[in-house]
């Protein structure tokens, strides 16, 4: 597994970048006080480890570790104080969305195969450590999860993860190895929020002509 410093500081890294998230969402789609900022931000970004390690059936590493709770909250405020001059770049939702993103999909796999878990079933956590918290935030704010709406969400938390334990698997461990998986998916989903990049999807039926449309392309109904 990577060194614990590594994991570590990844890890504070994207608590602090989702809190600022999180804080930012509130403030922009539910215009809530300090308390719903506070809240918002804190779950977006311990939310998903929660899920893990719970999942893990291991103490939750938020308790175990006052400075994810003080840079939880720490990001909620300056994004609470600094909510107008950050909401003048709305591309910073983003970045703080992907950067927490990107990390957590490697730590959340790293501290699974630390708990003895198998690298398929580390991958998955890693994943749900990445999109737990915004999935939380989506539903506190009542919109449907970022998860189910944007196709390059949930994949480059899944590349992110499967390249890191594909490292652990050649051997490989350190800065550099725990870098280059969070830096290709912070890079996937950049580059999807970008070109609106999308996955396939199925076809649909134009209720008004029976046709079907895919790819914004109507095409003849098959009797």
Same mark, same amino acid.
């Given at each position: 597994?990577?060194?614990?410093? #590594? #994991? &570590?500081?990844? *890890?504070?890294?994207?608590?602090?970048?989702?809190?600022?998230?999180g804080?930012?969402?509130?403030?922009?789609?539910?215009?809530? *006080?300090l308390?719903?900022?506070?809240?918002?931000? !804190? #779950?977006?970004?311990?939310?998903?480890?929660?899920?893990? *390690?719970?999942? &893990?059936?291991?103490?939750?590493? /938020?308790?175990?570790? @006052?400075?994810?709770?003080?840079?939880?909250?720490?990001?909620?405020?300056?994004?609470?104080v600094?909510?107008?001059?950050?909401?003048?770049?709305?591309?910073?939702?983003?970045?703080?969305?992907?950067?927490? @993103?990107?990390?957590?999909?490697? /730590?959340?796999?790293?501290? +699974?195969?630390?708990?003895?878990?198998g690298?398929?079933?580390?991958v998955?956590? $890693? #994943?749900? /450590?990445?999109v $737990?918290?915004?999935?939380?935030?989506?539903?506190a704010? !009542?919109?449907?999860?970022?998860?189910?709406?944007?196709?390059?969400? +949930?994949?480059?938390? =899944?590349?992110?993860?499967?390249?890191?334990?594909?490292?652990?698997?050649?051997?490989?461990?350190? =800065?550099?190895?725990?870098?280059?998986?969070? +830096?290709?998916?912070? /890079?996937?989903?950049?580059?999807?929020?970008?070109?609106?990049?999308r !996955?396939?999807?199925?076809?649909?039926?134009?209720?008004?002509? $029976?046709?079907?449309?895919?790819?914004?392309?109507?095409?003849?109904?098959? *009797?």
């Open positions: 597994m990577f060194h614990s410093p #590594v #994991v &570590l500081a990844l *890890d504070l890294l994207g608590t602090f970048a989702f809190a600022l998230n804080a930012l969402t509130a403030i922009r789609a539910a215009r809530l *006080d308390v719903g900022v506070l809240v918002l931000g !804190m #779950v977006t970004a311990l939310g998903g480890g929660m899920i893990r *390690d719970i999942l &893990l059936n291991v103490p939750p590493a /938020t308790f175990g570790d @006052l400075r994810y709770l003080g840079l939880a909250a720490g990001g909620a405020l300056v994004a609470f600094l909510s107008v001059e950050l909401q003048r770049y709305a591309r910073l939702i983003n970045v703080f969305d992907a950067v927490g @993103l990107s990390v957590f999909c490697v /730590t959340g796999m790293s501290k +699974a195969l630390d708990a003895g878990m690298s398929v079933q580390a998955l956590l $890693g #994943v749900i /450590t990445a $737990g918290g915004g999935t939380l935030r989506d539903m704010v !009542m919109r449907v999860p970022t998860v189910l709406t944007s196709d390059f969400y +949930a994949v480059p938390a =899944l590349v992110g993860a499967m390249l890191a334990a594909t490292g652990v698997w050649l051997g490989l461990d350190g =800065l550099v190895a725990a870098l280059v998986p969070a +830096a290709v998916a912070f /890079t996937i989903r950049m580059l999807g929020v970008r070109y609106s990049l !996955m396939p999807r199925t076809r649909e039926a134009d209720p008004a002509t $029976g046709r079907r449309r895919r790819g914004g392309r109507d095409k003849k109904r098959d *009797d």
